[in-house]
T-cell receptor
Framework: AQSVSQHNHHVILSEAASLELGCNYS??????LFWYVQYPGQHLQLLLK??????LVKGIKGFEAEFIKSKFSFNLRKPSVQWSDTAEYFC???????????FGKGTHLIIQP | DAGVIQSPRHEVTEMGQEVTLRCKPI?????LFWYRQTMMRGLELLIY????????DSGMPEDRFSAKMPNASFSTLKIQPSEPRDSAVYFC?????????????FGPGTRLTVL
């Protein structure tokens, strides 16, 4: 069955720390990969996406993610986090011609000032 | 653009009542998705439409759930009768797929509480 695993449910960091959120997907075919963010009280917004080409993808607000096909991974990174990055982060994918997204359970990130 | 619009934002109802959630996709988008978010199961796809036609409803939990899209600018998700386990946040999303996959834009969600 298709699934997405996000390794950390809760992450607490101090401002200026580096961030890496893990994401692994389970699917045997070609995938489209996404990271969405949900700030407190707001709706889901796209951070970045990978469809094809360069496996290192840059998104908004200084975030980037790297697609490693051999590891079925799409980890999210940011070199220096800010208090405003406090939010819930969701990894998701679509594949096999299906258009609906399969989401991970999310990672709740708290940045301490 | 106003983005995806959902109503109501909050709904509290009693078990057994009918609940109707509404969604207006972004103008020009040809795909519309309904998702449900719970603590236990996270975000799950319920059903999606392409050009107003339901394509995949395999995520609809049971016959109490139904969804319609009578035109390109409106969709409903109905639960009849509602049960406490239906309590969740229901999201609508839309996208425009021209020659490949594209980004889904999410609405603010409807928080449903069934007592």
């Amino acid at each position: 069955a298709q699934s997405v695993s996000q390794h950390n449910h809760h992450v607490i960091l101090s401002e200026a720390a580096s961030l890496e959120l893990g994401c692994n997907y389970s699917y045997g075919g070609t995938v489209n990969l996404f990271w969405y963010v949900q700030y407190p009280g707001q709706h889901l917004q796209l951070l970045l996406k990978y469809f094809s080409g360069d496996p290192l993808v840059k998104g908004i607000k200084g975030f980037e993610a790297e697609f490693i096909k051999s590891k079925f991974s799409f980890n999210l990174r940011k070199p220096s986090v800010q208090w405003s990055d406090t939010a819930e982060y969701f990894c998701a994918f679509s594949g096999g011609g299906a258009d609906g997204l399969t989401f991970g359970k999310g990672t709740h990130l708290i940045i301490q000032p | 653009d106003a983005g995806v619009i959902q109503s109501p934002r909050h709904e509290v109802t009693e078990m057994g009542q009918e609940v109707t959630l509404r969604c207006k996709p972004i103008s020009g988008h040809d795909y519309l998705f309904w998702y449900r978010q719970t603590m236990m199961r996270g975000l799950e796809l319920l059903i999606y439409f392409n050009n107003n036609v339901p394509i995949d409803d395999s995520g609809m939990p049971e016959d109490r759930f139904s969804a319609k899209m009578p035109n390109a600018s409106f969709s409903t998700l109905k639960i009849q009768p509602s049960e406490p386990r239906d309590s969740a946040v229901y999201f609508c999303a839309s996208s425009f797929r021209d020659r490949g996959p594209d980004t889904q834009y999410f609405g603010p969600g409807t928080r449903l509480t069934v007592l």
